[in-house]
């Protein structure tokens, strides 16, 4: 089973900040098969990126994912007041099975 | 546009079953893809429960392999979740899910979640 962990916990930015998000597999995510996820309070997750750097359907350009074999990194480039949420990666790589990191809080500082 | 709504009791006795069902709208849910659960404990992460592909097949979180069954009725275009023997520890929000991008891809449409307490 492929462990994610995902650094910082938490992540204490103003708007129009830049936040770097990292992901680091126990093993190497086959094909790159790593996803991020954003989840705002009461709502189900949202799928940001896949394949490590592709956007999914209407996500804005301010978000950009990088990364391969065991290291990933979610970047936003300059935060939106929406933008605050908690971000997880999530690895496919071993589909049909699927693991999660434990989630970086992105916060107003 | 896939739609996927979950029901089902929001508590459950300790030691009891846990029976929770997915209705899909906007796809059919026997023509292809991995159909999955998620949970999530209050204030807590995401966990992968395990999932049903179109033709039957399951996978399951090996945590909770013993414990949990999930079933497709293509009939109805629904799916449904199982949990024997609950304890506390199974309270959270359930979430079910598509898969996308490719067929064993990320998750691209989620339920809106339903919220299950195990409490006597």
């Known amino acids: 089973e492929i462990v994610l962990t995902q650094s910082p916990g938490t992540l204490s930015l103003s708007p129009g900040e830049r936040a770097t998000l990292s992901c680091r597999a126990s093993q190497s995510v086959s094909n790159s098969y790593l996803a991020w996820y954003q989840q705002k309070p009461g709502q189900a997750p949202r799928l940001l990126i896949y394949?490590?750097?592709s956007r999914a359907p209407g996500i804005p350009d301010r978000f950009s994912g990088s990364g391969s074999g065991t290291d990933f990194t979610l970047t936003i480039s300059r935060l939106e007041p929406e933008d605050f949420a908690v971000y997880y990666c999530q690895q496919y790589g071993s589909s049909p099975e699927l693991t999660f990191g434990g989630g970086t809080k992105v916060e107003i500082k | 546009q896939v739609q996927l709504q979950e029901s089902g009791p929001g508590l459950v006795k300790p030691s009891e079953t846990l029976s929770l069902t997915c209705a899909v709208s906007?796809?059919?849910?026997?023509?292809?893809?991995?159909w999955d659960w998620i949970r999530q404990p209050p204030g807590k992460g995401l966990e992968w429960i395990g999932n049903i592909y179109h033709s039957g097949s399951t996978y399951y979180n090996p945590s909770l392999k013993s414990r949990v069954t999930i079933s497709i009725d293509t009939s109805k275009n629904h799916f449904s979740l199982k949990v024997n023997s609950v304890t506390a520890a199974d309270t959270a929000v359930y979430y079910c899910?598509?898969?996308?991008?490719?067929?064993?891809?990320?998750?691209?449409?989620w339920g809106q979640g339903t919220l299950v307490t195990v409490s006597s």
């Open positions: 899910a598509r898969r996308g991008i490719i067929e064993g891809g990320p998750i691209l449409y």
């Open positions: 906007g796809y059919s849910i026997s023509s292809s893809y991995y």
């Open positions: 394949g490590a750097s």
